[in-house]
């Protein structure tokens, strides 16, 4: 089936640096990637959707100088934490689909943690 | 706009009992609904879906949900719990217009299973 690699799974930076997080769909064209964050012991928080060639488009209350999408190409779509502090820890994850009506793929996640 | 209410954040079973977890939504067109389990530390991973047909979905590892649009309920069982169930769940809810299966979550419910 198809498979979403997201990566890393796991980084710590220090403060102020920034930090890009991989969003791959490895056997398909996804035209459309989602970015959530999740909180500890929390739901899924969707903070952008990503279109291929396009801007994103940030859910309210999400910074989008703060958290870049680039979704350069049909199988790549990159979040840069930019400037992180430790209130940006958190674990992230991205899915992605081939479309409306396709099935949506969830990648492995990454787990963020500032110093 | 769409919805989704989880009944209960926490849930303990014993080995062997019965699985219940309860999701409602809220929805002003036609719902697509998912169950989603994930792991420690880990993504999200597709239990079942209902999008239309038949209101009973039966999905991996012996759960099932039944869509119940009067209701507008979405819960999830398993008639034996076995220690591997012990995990958080989601459900989801979108719609054939949402542009690339956008998903909005429900809080969560985190299974605990008892030997």
């Known amino acids: 089936g198809a498979v979403v690699s997201q990566h890393p799974s796991w980084v710590i930076c220090k403060s102020g640096t920034s930090v890009k997080i991989e969003c791959r769909s490895l056997?398909?064209?996804?035209?459309?990637m989602f970015w959530y964050r999740q909180f500890p012991k929390q739901s899924l928080m969707l903070m952008a959707t990503?279109?291929?060639?396009?801007?994103?488009?940030?859910e309210q209350g999400v910074e989008k100088d703060k958290f870049l999408i680039n979704h350069a190409s049909l199988t790549l779509s990159t979040l840069t934490v930019t400037s992180a502090h430790p209130e940006d820890s958190s674990f992230y994850i991205c899915?992605?689909?081939?479309?409306?009506?396709?099935?949506?793929?969830f990648g492995s996640g990454t787990q963020l943690s500032v110093l | 706009a769409q919805s989704v209410t989880q009944l209960g954040s926490h849930v303990s079973v014993s080995e062997g009992a019965l699985v219940l977890l309860r999701c409602n939504y809220s929805?002003?067109?036609?719902?697509?609904l998912f169950w989603y389990v994930q792991y420690p530390n880990q993504g999200l991973q597709l239990l079942l879906k209902?999008?239309?047909?038949?209101?009973l979905v039966k999905g991996i590892n012996g759960f099932e949900a039944e869509f119940k649009k009067s209701e507008t309920s979405f819960h999830l069982t398993k008639p034996s719990a076995h220690m591997s169930d012990a995990a958080e769940y989601f459900c989801?809810?979108?719609?054939?217009?949402?542009?690339?299966?956008?998903?909005?979550f429900g809080g969560g419910t985190r299974v605990l299973v008892k030997p």
């Open positions: 899915s992605a689909s081939g479309g409306p009506g396709e099935k949506l793929f």
């Open positions: 056997d398909f064209q996804a035209t459309t």
């Open positions: 990503s279109n291929e060639g396009s801007k994103a488009t940030y």
């Open positions: 929805s002003s067109v036609p719902p697509y």
């Open positions: 209902y999008t239309t047909g038949a209101t």
């Open positions: 989801a809810v979108t719609s054939p217009a949402a542009a690339g299966n956008k998903l909005t």
